[in-house]
């Protein structure tokens, strides 16, 4: 069991910045990959940014330029830096970790609890 707490969320005018924090802890693997999902009101969760433990990066088309992901692998963060904001990336953030165990040869999902993200004047 992976335990995930993020930080970071809140109300923002558009074009400002915020920056999202995740912490894992609890049965962590290796291999593995970190990042942040997004769910709006009245739509399904979305991939906003991943990142794996050796460093390759995906990214959303919406959020690319804007958007920066960064992990810490010693300490099993991931960190989503937040920049030009839009209205239209209100959402409450959830983070995810997906764990490769070796042992049953499964991916296992953790998320977190999520955090909401406001971008409004």
């Known amino acids: 069991q992976v335990q995930l707490v993020e930080s970071g969320g809140g109300l923002v005018q558009p074009g400002g910045s915020l920056r999202l924090s995740c912490a894992a802890s609890?049965?962590?693997?290796?291999?593995?990959?970190m990042g942040w999902y997004r769910q709006a009101p009245g739509k399904e969760r979305e991939l906003v940014a991943t990142?794996?433990?050796?460093?390759?990066?995906n990214y959303a088309d919406l959020v690319k330029g804007r958007f920066t992901i960064s992990r810490d692998n010693a300490k099993n963060t991931v960190d989503l830096q937040m920049n030009s904001l839009k209205p239209e990336d209100t959402a409450v953030y959830y983070c995810?970790?997906?764990?490769?165990?070796?042992?049953?040869?499964?991916?296992?999902?953790?998320w977190g609890q999520g955090t909401q993200v406001t971008v409004s004047s």
């Open positions: 995810n970790r997906r764990d490769f165990d070796p042992s049953s040869v499964v991916w296992l999902d953790s």
């Open positions: 609890g049965r962590i693997f290796s291999s593995n990959t």
């Open positions: 990142m794996t433990r050796g460093g390759i990066r």
